[in-house]
């Protein structure tokens, strides 16, 4: 049986090199994705995922990330979340049980702490002068300024799919604000039938659209996942356009049932890949 991880962003490389040992090695698609997310949430030098990701308009770093499952549908996440090490891991523990698998705020600290999840401060020097530089003139920044989700997809020798996010979320967002990476079928979706998706970008865009449910039912109608992906970006990017005059910066990737994969974007966009026939590499689409 095939397996395959496909992420956002070039710094998903060590993340998609981790994932695809894993799965090559027979472990389950949630337990190797949510490895290789962690691998980018720890590292400082990524400044839009988990330590030393970008704060908000209060120079306070509030983190946000989601997990599903595509065999039972399960998701969990968690959003605008303080002091915890790693988002991805919280979210995936909360697929279990029928209700409270989104929680926010102080419920989702609240959760962690109780769960035993690792603390941690993740506003780094670095991050933290960025913020003094830059926050007397936040009207001018726009979304992609620092400002890139870690996605994750991957399909395991079972056949099972899966799909894990994590962010900081914009750069100088509002106290409170969420995007879609916490959001099942906006940031994130994954259906073992047909694929996964998951987005990067703009949330407030990503949301008018659900981006990720609309990838993964073009996928149903029986479209490639190169179509599929396309399809959704440049559907919605059109729409927005006619509506609004702009569409701002989305990026989606899709995996497919049977292991291929496709890229919707209208932005340039770089994303990793890996399967049992790749070796783990970057990709670049410019646009
Ligand atoms: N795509 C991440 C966000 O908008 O927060």
């Not at 490389?13 to 994705?33: D, P, R």
């Not at 065999?71 to 409270?100: K, T």
Request: aromatic share 8%; hydrophobic share 40%; glycine share 12%.
């Amino acid at each position: 049986m095939k397996y395959a991880v496909l992420a956002t962003w070039k710094m998903a490389l060590e993340g998609t090199k981790k994932a695809a040992s894993l799965l090559a090695a027979g472990e389950h698609c949630g337990k190797a994705i949510v490895e290789g997310v962690c691998m980018v949430e720890d590292e400082p030098s990524f400044h839009s995922v988990g330590y030393g990701g970008r704060p908000n308009a209060e120079g306070r770093v509030f983190l946000d990330g989601g997990y599903m499952d595509g065999d039972s549908l399960h998701f969990g996440a968690v959003g605008s979340i303080e002091n915890f090490r790693s988002p991805v891991r919280i979210a995936y523990s909360l697929q279990e049980g029928e209700a409270n698998n989104l929680l926010v705020g102080e419920g989702a600290e609240r959760y962690a702490e109780e769960h035993g999840f690792e603390r941690r401060n993740n506003l780094t020097a670095e991050a933290e002068q960025l913020y003094l530089e830059e926050k007397d003139r936040i009207k001018e920044l726009s979304a992609y300024d620092g400002h890139d989700t870690v996605c994750f997809l991957a399909l395991d020798q079972n056949g099972t799919l899966c799909a894990a996010t994590s962010t900081s979320g914009l750069f100088m967002k509002k106290p409170g604000r969420l995007g879609d990476t916490p959001l099942p079928g906006v940031g994130y979706y994954a259906d073992s039938a047909y694929g996964a998706a998951a987005a990067t970008g703009m949330g407030e865009e990503i949301m008018k659209g659900a981006l990720s449910y609309a990838a993964v039912q073009y996928l149903r109608q029986g479209r490639s996942a190169r179509e599929a992906a396309e399809t959704a970006v440049n559907e919605l990017d059109a729409e927005l356009r006619r509506r609004n005059g702009q569409a701002a910066a989305m990026s989606l990737i899709v995996l497919a049932k049977d292991g291929t994969y496709g890229i919707g974007t209208n932005v340039s966009f770089t994303y990793c890949f890996a399967s049992e026939s790749e070796e783990a590499a970057v990709h670049e689409i410019t646009v």
